[in-house]
């Protein structure tokens, strides 16, 4: 079998590590047909509002469903959730104390559609590990016609460091994933030009042989958290 080849940066703003993966195209394609679809379905659209338990200032923000990220699949054969929780794995295997993981829960995802005005204020996510993916960016951010930082995501730390950076901020790239404690605060610009600021995030909870923390949903029989929309 073919090898899949991933990007891959670690980058130590602060002390918490931000790992950004580069996507395959192929899962792009998918979350933003998965949009596409909501956006001419009212109905379907009003199913998936996920505005109430979100923190962002957005027109259309929809939740993914459990069976779209078990039944999209690579041509190799790997599901969205199972990419999802290999890159998550990876992360904590590695950047936590070099600990062997046991379980990876996707507690829920969601993709946001922003328009002109939108913008996310500064705010923290649940689990214990997260990420924020962008599938679209409109041109002016793209082209650096915005004003200053508009559309752009930052990470906030704001722990009394000396010396040491305390924000980093992001310009969008289609394609482009962060990964990063749930507890980093972070926030998204508005933007003034036309288009959409798609981007897709997820909350998750891992276990180690000796860590297993109590995971706040419902579980199924299993005892693998229950994700949003299922």
């Known amino acids: 079998m073919t090898q899949q080849k991933l990007e891959a940066k670690a980058h130590f703003p602060f002390s918490p590590l931000v790992l950004e993966i580069k996507l395959p195209d ?5 979350l933003n047909k998965y949009m596409d679809s909501a956006l001419r379905d009212d109905k379907k659209l009003k199913e998936l509002d996920h505005s109430k338990d979100l923190a962002g200032n957005l027109k259309t923000e929809i939740k993914i469903t459990n069976e779209f990220l078990e039944k999209t699949c690579n041509e190799y054969g790997v ?20 600990t062997e993981i046991t379980k990876f829960i996707i507690t829920g995802a969601w993709m946001n559609d922003q328009v002109a005005g939108d913008f996310n204020p500064i705010h923290k ?35 009394d460091a ?19 404690p749930s507890w980093l605060l972070h926030q998204v610009y508005p933007f003034r030009g036309d288009g959409s600021r798609r ?3 997820f909350n998750a909870y891992y276990h180690t042989k000796t860590f297993n923390p109590l995971l ?15």
């Open 125 to 159: 996510h649940d689990g214990l590990l997260s990420c924020v993916l962008f599938t679209d960016v409109p041109r002016s951010i793209t082209l650096d016609n915005e004003k200053d930082y508009a559309g752009y995501l930052e990470f906030i730390d704001g722990r």
């Open 79 to 98: 599901s969205m959730l199972q990419f999802f929780s290999n890159i998550g794995s990876a992360y904590c295997k590695n950047m936590i104390n070099k």
């Open 26 to 30: 192929f899962y792009i394609f998918e």
């Open 199 to 201: 981007s897709v995030s």
């Open 216 to 230: 706040p949903s419902k579980l199924d029989g299993q005892g693998n958290i229950v994700p949003n929309g299922k």
């Open 162 to 180: 000396g010396l040491t950076p305390t924000h980093m901020r992001i310009k969008p790239t289609v394609g482009h994933m962060y990964m990063f």
